[in-house]
Nanobody
């Protein structure tokens, strides 16, 4: 069974950094696209996305501060978050697109104190 599992969330002061990781287990083929979404009270929004060949997309609100990367051997995607702001506080979810199926992790809380 495919299961993305996030780690690395926590509490950090504004201006600080965190690195999120997401390991996708149980796969038998390549992962097309991996992404991070976040959800504060309200809808879940895309933060960053990366394809298998390394093409990336970022939300305007995180450009220049966050970096998404992936390790295709380890089936892991990372999100390096720098210069964190209070408005980055949310539950961050990992998403993996494998074939025509999309898989979500359980989420990890990121809290930025001002």
């Amino acid at each position: 069974q495919v299961q993305p599992v996030e780690s690395g969330g926590g509490l950090v002061q504004a201006g600080g950094s965190l690195r999120l990781s997401c390991l996708v287990s149980g796969i038998t083929s390549g992962i097309n696209r991996m992404a991070w979404y976040r959800q504060a009270p309200g809808k879940r929004d895309l933060v960053a996305s990366i394809t298998g060949n390394g093409n990336t997309i970022y939300a305007d609100s995180v450009k220049g501060r966050f970096t998404i990367s992936r390790d295709n051997v380890k089936n892991t995607v990372y999100l390096q978050m720098n210069s964190l702001k209070a408005e980055d506080t949310a539950v961050y979810y990992c998403f993996a697109l494998i074939g025509t199926g999309g898989y979500w992790g359980q989420g990890t809380q990121v809290t930025v104190s001002s």
